[in-house]
């Protein structure tokens, strides 16, 4: 099979698209005909030995921690999925594969797609959907009336937490770069502001829930920006956070929350469903082939995504 793999850590250089062993497929696992997969900063990451603590050193290493795509092979002791079904594999950082013509994925890691989402829309749903439903609801309370504001409100977590903050019945603010505006207004933000042009930290108004989609702005900065009560999510620790969040934020009016997506079949499933009836919008900026692998990654280093990019790998 063909797949996108590296046998060392550095940039884009080290990616190859090579002819590799199709995947054993062992007994608790899956085996998937991989449709599409989803490019996510987690995979240049990988790449360049940002997570070498968890992917080690053995190589090479096949990339991709997301894919979409139909059950061709089932292990002994995986009974839910038959040959045929059509699936959403979510191999752990330690595991990846995605990025492959077929993939091997524990069937505890693998769920049901609903039929009324295309492949390359269900390959972008796991990280950045579950990442932004998660932080939201679970980490900031999100709800009715609520004042939200999300700092990379154009990108992958961010274009789908813009709309989610909608959905739960909030009121959204998104921040990004000036090209972005009107798209991020077309998710349905309530405002937009141009980060080029004015800094929502210093600006005087408060939010009670500040979600940095990106990881661009501390704690520190954005703390006077929010409400009494209110909470900043962020995907990147520091120690300010893990502090605040462990330790000295139950004396705090001010609280901050590291954000780790887990899997979670249910929360798939409300994406899913919110996806099918129009409610959130998946954009696919950019769609590569899986000899482009090495390119869909140095778009996502750039950080000028505007929604998610994929990977089509077989039609």
């Known amino acids: 099979m063909k797949a996108a793999v ?3 850590y550095g940039g884009n250089e080290v990616v190859q698209i090579r002819e590799m062993p199709k995947p054993v497929c062992g007994v608790q696992d899956v085996l998937i005909r991989v449709r599409a997969a989803g ?10 030995g940002q997570a070498k603590f968890f992917t080690g050193k053995r190589f090479p290493k096949i990339l991709g921690n ?6 061709v092979e089932t292990g002994s002791s995986a ?28 069937q505890s ?22 990442t932004a439903l998660q932080a939201l609801r679970d980490k900031g309370r999100v709800s009715s009336g609520k004042k939200v504001l999300i700092n990379g409100a154009a990108g992958g977590v961010g274009h789908f937490a813009v709309q989610i903050a909608k959905i739960f019945g909030a009121r959204a603010t998104g921040v990004c770069s000036g090209p972005n505006v009107e798209f991020v207004k077309s998710l349905g933000a309530d405002r937009v502001i141009d980060h080029g042009r004015d800094d929502f930290a210093g600006a005087g108004e408060q939010y009670d ?20 009560g209110g909470i900043y999510i962020t995907t990147l620790p520091s120690a300010a956070v ?23 079949e249910a929360d798939l499933q409300w994406m899913m469903d919110h996806v099918s009836a129009g409610r959130i919008r998946i954009v ?21 995504t505007r929604g998610k990019h994929v990977l089509t790998i077989s039609s």
């Open 242 to 264: 893990i502090l605040n969040q462990f330790l000295f934020g139950r004396f705090s009016r001010r609280k901050a929350a590291v954000m780790s997506v887990r899997q979670n």
């Open 109 to 130: 890691s693998t769920f049901p797609k609903v039929s009324a989402v295309t492949f390359e829309q269900a390959a972008c749903i796991p990280i950045a959907g579950l």
């Open 6 to 8: 590296f046998n060392r």
């Open 39 to 48: 490019v996510n900063p987690v995979d240049w990451k990988v790449r360049s």
């Open 66 to 71: 997301e894919c979409s795509g139909e059950i």
């Open 284 to 304: 696919i900026d950019r769609s590569y082939s899986l000899d482009q692998a090495a390119e869909a990654l140095a778009y996502s280093e750039g950080g000028k």
């Open 79 to 106: 009974t839910r999925f038959k040959p045929g079904d059509q699936v959403i594999g979510w191999p752990s950082v330690w595991r990846l594969g995605a990025f492959a013509e077929f993939a091997s994925v524990p």
């Open 209 to 228: 829930i500040i979600f940095d989609a990106v990881s661009k702005r501390s704690f520190r900065e954005c703390k006077r920006a929010l409400a009494p």
